[in-house]
């Protein structure tokens, strides 16, 4: 921040503190406004939000605060518009391209599709909030016109230009010629974000057979230009080698023959392993490649490079000296890449010693430590092994261990299920009930009717009947639902005298799991309203440290655009809630996740909900998001994207960016723990 001369004068003739009061609001502009706009004309937009009333939200769009007005605009994305004509006319009279987004997400007819091309006819390519709304709602006609245009000499309006066309190709039918054009504009720009905007759809659907594939001639195409490619960011050379390695892995390995493989561009690794894999015909390059990833840098590299070894038998047998030697039975690497090593190697039944100490006290690497123990054990050695690390876990390891014994149970032989170990099963079951285990984890089991039999109803619904059950939401939605599953007819009765007089959230739960007597609906989310004034303090862009063994991870938050999502996390982030949390989903080439205050497991959050709040944003590399299980479910679960992924615009809140420590993002593997969390 940089103060100026007067700032200091009035400090020292005043006092140090009220003039360090006075610095901060006098002399730091930004600050000072957004505070002003979110303790003043927020409350009031945020009003509408809660209630997605449309109407009054668009009302705001003609607020006499121009953030106002874009923030109202945004809000709309998620918000349901019955009139599209008016809206459109609206939109048309502001021509901002926040106003355009609002109809990212609306439900268009072709008439409107077909208003929007004749607009597009009446403006040109520098409309690039119209550009976006064809790239996401447009039709063959869109197509047709977004390629007339010529390229625009401003690089982020031919970016725009071309995620749109990108967009639309993944969505529409195109021509060969189209296809040509599209690539010839991607390989002789030298604008790489454009070169792979134009390449998104080709790339986004090349692995969905209901979608149209690229013509031989275009692929054609795209070899030839390739050749003399040279983008300044990797991307578009991250596309293109998905599109080609499955039938060209040659060409691929070739291109970039002069590159260390043991260092090579994280993502475009995972794309090349990912692309070999797809391949059902093995081919004399994959395994040479396949052996350099496994000495990669990174661990996400060397586990899909495992992943994908596991699937092809022959190059496992060929490769194991690597897998065992570099993964395997290898101290310095992590515990998940060993463990995804010893799921690789053919040998493994030879080191069961090495094997059997690894990861025992990491709930998230369950599902791997246990995979590899089925390859090297029978059924009823595991299972034993199971039921005795379950009689000594506790907590989120004890949660990992039942949800390993379901799917051993799901997937078991007959000759495993005696009836000794039926009851073993029982009994676990009905002592993960009483612990509060969330069902769907355990439905092998409940469901299996010779495990929970007739005789256990009266268990169940002793089990309901408790008060200390009925208080304890959590056991109660869980024996409701094998009730609801395994004895409906005879639970109605039973659930029906407990709903007349349960407590809001209770009823909230058995009107999810729609039992037939109840005719009420669920009622409407009650959101967390933000604390407008903390917000105020915070500032308009405060930076939030995320503290891991890998390194430290620096967001610099918009406070702004997200303001009731960042209100909700930073009661979280000031009382320590975060702390300890890992990421307990790593997608690898497009998001790690973590947050889950709730359960740790991706199952929960916190004791409140807030809206989606969408922005113009893209989801590029680095941006942080909220996850969510559909509109307006946002909790404390966040993401950071590792590439650019714009089917999540609109979809997903954008609250912030990583602006220090990607390459710590790059490295996290699911299990990693945020030591601490806190404000910068």
Not at 652 to 672: A, H, L, N, P, W
Request: with cysteine; proline share 4%; charged share 25%.
């Amino acid at each position: 921040m940089s103060v100026n001369k007067k700032c200091v004068q009035f400090m020292y003739k005043n006092g140090f503190l009220f003039s360090v009061f006075i610095l901060v609001l006098a002399c730091d502009p930004a600050k000072k406004e957004a505070g002003r706009l979110l303790t003043q004309e927020y409350p009031s937009l945020y009003e509408s939000v809660f209630q997605r009333d449309a109407d009054e939200i668009l009302n705001f769009t003609s607020h006499n605060d121009e953030r106002v007005r874009e923030q109202a605009w945004l809000a709309l994305i998620n918000t349901p518009v019955s009139d599209i004509d008016r809206l459109i006319e609206e939109i048309s009279k502001t021509d901002t391209k926040e106003a355009w987004s609002s109809l990212w997400l609306q439900e268009l007819s072709e008439e409107h599709v077909e208003r929007l091309n004749e607009l597009f006819i009446a403006s040109d390519a520098t409309n690039t909030g119209l550009v976006s709304v064809l790239g996401e709602k447009g039709n063959t006609r869109s197509l047709k016109l977004l390629l007339e245009e010529p390229i625009p000499p401003n690089s982020e309006m031919e970016f725009q230009l071309a995620y749109a066309i990108g967009r639309l190709t993944g969505n529409v039918e195109s021509t060969t010629e189209q296809q040509i054009q599209i690539i010839e504009r991607a390989l002789t720009s030298t604008n790489s974000k454009a070169s792979q905007g134009y390449l998104y759809g080709f790339y986004r659907t090349r692995n969905n057979p209901e979608k149209q594939k690229l013509a031989p001639e275009a692929i054609d195409k795209l070899i030839e230009l390739w050749q003399d490619f040279y983008p300044s960011e990797m991307g578009p050379d991250r596309y293109i080698s998905a599109l080609l390695i499955k039938d060209y892995s040659g060409l691929v390995f070739h291109h970039f023959a002069d590159e260390d493989f043991m260092s090579l561009d994280v993502q475009l690794a995972i794309e090349m392993i990912q692309g070999i894999a797809q391949n059902e015909e093995n081919d004399s390059y994959a395994p040479v490649a396949l052996n350099a990833f496994l000495y990669h840098k990174n661990p996400n590299v060397v586990i899909q490079a495992l992943r994908t070894i596991s699937r092809k038998e022959e190059y496992a047998e060929e490769l194991d000296n690597s897998i065992l030697n570099e993964t395997a039975l290898n101290r310095g690497v992590e515990d998940h890449v060993r463990l995804a090593g010893f799921n690789t190697s053919p040998k493994a039944k030879d080191y069961v010693d090495d094997l059997v100490s690894i990861g025992t006290e990491d709930p998230y690497l369950q599902p791997l430590r246990y995979a590899a123990l089925k390859k090297v054990w029978d059924e009823s050695k595991l299972f034993d092994y199971l039921m005795a690390d379950i009689d000594s876990s506790q907590g989120l390891l004890y949660s990992a261990l039942l949800t390993e014994l379901n799917n051993l149970w799901a997937n078991a032989d007959e000759d495993l299920k005696s009836q000794k170990r039926k009851e073993i099963v029982k009994e676990a079951l009905f002592s993960a009930l009483e612990k509060g285990e969330y069902a769907f984890t355990l439905q092998a089991l409940y469901s299996d009717e010779e495990v929970v039999t007739e005789s256990d109803f009266p268990r169940l619904v002793e089990l309901i009947n408790d008060k200390s059950v009925v208080d304890d939401i959590n056991v109660f939605r869980s024996v409701a639902t094998i009730l609801k599953n395994r004895f409906e007819e005879s639970s109605e009765p039973i659930i029906s005298e407990i709903y007349k007089n349960a407590s809001h959230d209770l009823k909230q739960g058995l009107i999810s799991q729609d039992w037939s007597f109840i005719d009420d609906s669920l009622a409407p989310t009650t959101f967390k309203v933000p604390d407008w004034d903390r917000l105020a303090d915070l500032g308009p862009n405060p930076v939030w440290v995320l503290e891991t063994k890998k390194g430290d991870i620096e967001i610099t938050l918009d406070v702004l655009t997200a303001p009731a999502t960042i209100s909700g996390m930073d009661s979280l982030i000031t009382n320590g809630h975060y702390s300890g949390v890992a990421f307990h989903r790593v997608v690898s080439n497009f998001v790690i996740q973590g947050g889950d205050v709730g359960t740790g497991r991706g199952f929960g959050g916190p004791d409140y909900t807030v809206p989606t709040e969408a922005s113009a944003t893209h989801y590029f590399r680095g941006m942080a998001g909220v996850a969510s299980s559909g509109p307006d479910t946002e909790g404390s679960q966040y993401f950071f994207m590792h590439v650019w992924a714009p089917h999540l615009n609109g979809r997903y809140t954008v609250f912030g960016e990583v602006t220090k420590g990607m390459s710590v993002v790059d490295r996290i593997t699911q299990g990693d723990v945020v030591r601490s969390s806190y404000w910068k």
